[in-house]
């Protein structure tokens, strides 16, 4: 086990282009999290799945990103029309259920800059 | 909404020293409270947690403390090695499906 894979690990696009992101979680963990971390700030809470099924978004979702995990397997975070305010480092974590202490793995992000 | 703070964006500690470093929150909800050690290019690394009714918990050459009364932790790392050196992260754990972290403080532990 390799733990959790995001790829790629940088991406720098021109402003209004889309991206796409991609999560390997641990092969048995059935829950994926998407984290949003800035310059000088901790990770936020984006969005996370159960399975296939996404049961919470944040606010900071907003309508030009997207998440998706089709078969409860492997995300994927599209942004579209990307905008200088989204370059920020992208942390996808994987967990078996709701953990309470160590449970929670971290992959290594995919850091954006869109220029 | 910032329900968790850490407030030293930065401490340096002498080799062999006690390292302390200080969270607040404001959510009394939180279930577990976790540190987590990062450094660049990588992402967080778990450290140490402790659940919310528990008061103290030791790892090692680390321990937390939780006052609830205050809503602070601290984390204690005891002697401090310059492999220590790093942005230490608090978080508070909602509904065991969503991390609030705070804003990271970077350790420097001197030789």
């Known amino acids: 086990d390799t733990g959790v894979s995001q790829d790629p690990r940088h991406k720098i696009t021109k402003r209004g282009q889309n991206v796409t992101f991609r999560c390997d979680p641990i092969?048995?963990?059935?829950?994926l999290y998407w984290y949003r971390q800035t310059l000088g700030q901790g990770p936020e809470f984006l969005t996370y799945?159960?399975?296939?099924?996404?049961?919470?978004k944040s606010r900071l979702l907003s309508d030009r990103f997207s998440a998706e995990r089709p078969k409860g397997s492997f995300s994927t975070l599209e942004i579209q029309r990307t905008e200088q305010g989204d370059s920020a480092m992208y942390l996808c974590?994987?967990?078996?259920?709701?953990?309470?202490?160590?449970?929670?793995?971290f992959g290594s992000g995919t850091r954006l800059t869109v220029v | 909404d910032q329900q968790v703070k850490q407030n030293s964006p930065s401490l340096s500690v002498q080799e062999g020293r006690i390292s302390i470093l200080n969270c607040d929150y404001t959510?009394?909800?939180?279930?577990?409270f976790l540190w987590y050690k990062k450094y660049p290019a990588e992402g967080p690394t778990f450290l140490i947690s402790?659940?919310?009714?528990?008061d103290k918990n030791e790892d090692g050459r680390f321990t937390v403390f939780l006052n609830k009364s205050a809503k602070h932790l601290s984390l204690h790392i005891v002697p401090s090695q310059p492999g220590d050196s790093a942005v230490y992260f608090c978080?508070?754990?909602?509904?065991?499906?969503?991390?609030?972290f705070g804003s990271g403080t970077k350790l420097n532990v001197k030789p």
């Open positions: 974590a994987s967990s078996l259920g709701g953990q309470s202490g160590n449970g929670y793995t």
């Open positions: 092969s048995e963990h059935n829950r």
């Open positions: 799945f159960q399975n296939e099924a996404q049961l919470e």
């Open positions: 959510n009394s909800m939180f279930d577990y």
């Open positions: 402790i659940s919310s009714i528990k």
């Open positions: 978080a508070g754990l909602y509904n065991f499906n969503k991390f609030y």
